[in-house]
């Protein structure tokens, strides 16, 4: 047996740690309780060794798992996400599982021999001459003792205390008699809920030496009836003390198993194949994608079609193909993708051999799902960004579907990108990988020019139909014309009345949400700031209040300037909330819906929104993004752009691919049925290429633009990019870590890496940080990787918190 094991433990270090193992040995990608500075931490084993290090090692708790949760894939896929990421492996591993399990101190019991005779005593004696007081502690007693004599494992105190109402003298109590010994010790609270079930053992038959007792017989009838399996909580129904169930197992009768409580997302109809017609690009794309995960190679493929051309079809026929060779496969969908109804196609198309993951999952669901994976029961799997470590086996086909969305980048530690590490995953196991969009993002639209992925479009939308027209309404000539600032310009006006007189359907943008945007002070000129960000507060008209977007901060909507006093305070830049109410005054007649994070609570209110849209309950819909993302109606022949160029002013190069994006998406929503789509596109920018090259559903021609000129400033995909950005509630103290860090940046000779800053950053100030930035950009991931590491470890030299100094890689925001 191995001597030593490597753990990463879920702190903010770099490296693992070496314990000893002393008890059971543990296995890589099993979970171990460690101890950890003060503190017991679960960690995963990533190596087992007999070699001693040079320091003195302290011993594995506790092993958690005798088998690996992390296959040796998914163990390498940590190690190269905390390379390429430069995150603590600890913490990558914690967030590829899925099973919160968070170390708990608690005192266990176990049950002593001397316990099991006095048990067994008071068996056969029943209780003896005792005051009644003694006699009641006593049953306390033994009830104790045959709870610990059922258990397989340390029972906690609180359990045992639940169960058999005992106080904390009574343990102590029998701990000095030896009846139970007491262990103080870390356990895992495991999410991930199993019951207890009882099997009759087709070799156990009772002999004429040893017949049952009548306790015995009860329990053995019971289980019996129950078809040869119960579950320990309905035996323990029965009148029947607790021990008589371990004596069963003694005697080699019946055993006990562990299996996990069952979840079902919902039990709706079996496996159905849907006929779907694909068209002649939708076949060919199926052909290429068949091929490549039949193949066994690592392969990327990026499917670009445009909006309506089918790519859901495309995936869900590829993926049964897959599960028809008897192969896994993983779908990774944007956040706002699964929505229930989504889920629920995927149960009538997968059957019972689809596991799906999302946000909307408590802990135990998410883990049940997981377990369910881990052990081949589900060999389909759909789930959001962390779906991407789903345990899949045999897995031979990967897709990322909307693959430029940006709520694929984790902005958490570990700061991973969804789609990346589904590449990489491709390229360790030997699966294919396709990427899906309508908009793809650069990075993988040059892969593909340069030959690195294939390409497949889809130029056409099923059945033919056009992709709708855009009219570009240039709001500083509608300015001059009305002489008001209007959110609706005339022409929206008028195309929107057409579309409710006709009974048809239409979608507004306004990606902005709350009432008014600003609020400002005529007098002073003063704009009211969140307390705890560099950012002004909106408005909110409905539950009136100022809002913070960024922290939640609220306050009061004041009646006169809070630092003049002056009553002139003017209310500026409409939101979605006064959209809606603007639209409510042009339409009266119409049914007006809103989707936003203010009506959108959870899943299922995005949900019900759209199937009111579906069921042609709605007449407009006005909204933030969300109303951009994916949805199929067809009966929308209208959408309406009032507020969607913002970003075009922000310091971010991203911002005209943002822009590009999501006007084509919800431009993409218009004309999914039988009638052609309209979309008027109202903007203060209308020179803008972004804006110029989505009136044209033109992709191509704004990605040659846009390449161009990422190739000229050296972004990505030509360089790598990464946000160092360093933070404290304390000034001086973040200017302090902005300065040494500069300081060290400039005084080391860096190969082939740029940096800029110290500068403050864009977000001056966010939930009581001040905080400072530095943009590293290199040709050379591996020049700027190096950098990086090498910059954290004087920073660690200096003492600066880790948790205050934090490294993006190919970061997406630069805020
Ligand atoms: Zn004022
Ligand atoms: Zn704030």
């Not at 030509?718 to 400039?746: C, M, P, T």
Request: proline share 4%.
């Amino acid at each position: 047996m191995a001597r030593f094991c490597d753990v990463a433990v879920p702190v903010p270090l770099e490296s693992t740690f070496t314990y000893s193992i002393n008890g059971s040995e543990p296995v890589p990608g099993g979970r171990v309780i460690v101890p950890f500075r003060a503190q017991k931490h679960v960690g995963i084993v990533t190596k087992v060794h007999d070699d001693e290090p040079s320091v003195k090692t302290k011993p594995v708790q506790q092993v958690v798992d005798s088998a690996p949760l992390l296959s040796d894939h998914l163990l390498e896929l940590g190690r190269w996400i905390a390379s390429y990421y430069i995150a603590p492996i600890g913490e990558v591993y914690r967030s590829m599982l899925p099973l919160p399990a968070e170390v708990k101190k608690a005192s266990v019991y176990t049950v002593a021999d001397a316990g099991l005779d006095a048990l067994h005593r008071s068996a056969e004696q029943g209780s003896s001459r005792r005051s009644k007081l003694n006699v009641e502690a006593q049953m306390t007693e033994y009830e104790v003792l045959d709870y610990l004599a059922n258990s397989d494992e340390p029972v906690r105190e609180a359990t045992l205390r639940s169960a058999t109402g005992a106080n904390k003298q009574l343990f102590a109590g029998m701990v000095r008699k030896k009846w139970i010994t007491r262990t103080d010790a870390t356990s895992l609270r495991d999410a991930s809920r199993v019951r207890r079930v009882a099997l009759l053992k087709q070799e156990g038959v009772p002999t004429k030496q040893r017949p049952l007792n009548d306790n015995q017989q009860i329990l053995m009838t019971g289980i019996i009836a129950a078809g040869g399996r119960c579950s320990v909580d309905e035996l323990n129904k029965l009148a029947v003390p607790r021990s008589t169930l371990q004596t069963l197992v003694g005697r080699g009768l019946i055993e006990i198993i562990e299996e996990p409580l069952d979840f079902h997302v919902s039990h709706l109809a079996g496996k159905g194949t849907k006929d779907l017609q694909l068209t002649t690009e939708q076949s060919k794309a199926l052909d290429h994608i068949h091929a490549a995960a039949a193949s066994g190679k690592f392969s990327v493929t990026l499917l670009h079609g445009v909006t309506g051309s089918g790519k859901t079809a495309v995936y869900l026929e590829a993926m049964q193909q897959v599960l028809a060779a008897g192969g896994g496969a993983l779908l990774l969908v944007p956040e706002i993708g699964l929505t229930p109804a989504a889920a629920a196609h995927l149960h009538v198309v997968f059957g019972d051999e689809v596991a799906i993951l999302h946000s909307g999952l408590t802990d135990a669901e998410r883990a049940e799902q997981w377990h369910r994976i881990h052990r081949g029961e589900a060999k389909i799997v759909v789930g959001t960004r962390s779906g991407v470590f789903a345990p899949v086996a045999n897995l031979k086909l990967i897709i990322v579907d909307e693959e430029h969305d940006h709520s694929y980048k984790q902005e958490e530690t570990p700061r991973y990108h969804g789609r990346d590490v589904a590449v990489m995953r491709g390229k360790l196991t030997s699966a294919a990988v396709v990427l899906g969009s309508a908009t793809p993002s650069l990075e993988s639209y040059h892969n593909a020019k340069n030959g690195k992925y294939h390409l497949i479009e889809l130029k056409q939308r099923v059945a033919d139909r056009p992709l709708p027209e855009v009219e570009i309404v240039d709001l500083r000539f509608e300015f001059q014309q009305s002489g008001k600032d209007q959110i609706f310009s005339r022409q929206l006006v008028e195309e929107v009345q057409h579309r409710v007189e006709n009974g048809e359907q239409a979608i507004i943008l306004m990606n902005r949400r709350g009432y008014s945007a600003v609020v400002v002070c005529r007098a002073c000129g003063e704009a009211i700031q969140c307390r705890n960000c560099a950012i002004t507060l909106t408005h909110h008209k409905g539950s009136p209040r100022l809002e913070c977007h960024y922290c939640g901060y609220r306050e009061r909507v004041p009646k006169v300037c809070p630092k003049c006093q002056s009553e002139h305070i003017y209310f500026l830049g409409a939101g979605s909330e006064q959209v809606e109410e603007r639209l409510h005054q042009a339409f009266p007649t119409a049914r007006i819906g809103r989707l936003d994070r203010d009506t959108v609570r959870g899943r299922h209110d995005f949900e019900r929104v759209l199937n009111q849209l579906n069921a042609g309950e709605i007449d407009i819909l006005v909204g933030t993004q969300m109303v951009a993302k994916g949805h199929d109606i067809h009966g929308v022949t209208l959408v309406g752009v009032v507020g969607a160029d913002f970003a075009l002013g922000f310091p971010d190069f991203r911002a005209a691919e943002r822009t590009f994006q999501l006007l084509t998406q919800v431009a993409g929503r218009a004309g999914r049925g039988h009638i052609p789509g309209k979309v008027i596109l109202q903007t203060f920018f209308p020179d803008h290429y972004a804006i110029q090259f989505a009136q044209k559903h033109d992709f191509h021609g704004f990605a040659a633009k846009e390449l161009q000129f990422r190739k000229w400033m050296h972004y990505p995909p030509f360089a790598s990019v990464a946000n160092v950005l360093v933070r404290s509630d304390k000034l001086d103290q973040a200017l302090r870590y902005a300065g040494e860090i500069g300081n060290w940046f400039k005084e080391t000779r860096l190969e082939g890496v740029r940096v800029m800053g110290p500068a403050a950053a864009p977000l001056l100030r966010l939930k009581r940080d001040y905080r400072y930035h530095f943009v590293l950009k290199s040709p050379s991931r591996e020049a700027l990787n190096s950098t990086l590491r090498a910059m954290l470890r004087h920073a660690d030299s200096l003492k600066f918190p880790r948790t205050q100094v934090i490294v993006d890689v190919d970061a997406l925001s630069l805020m």
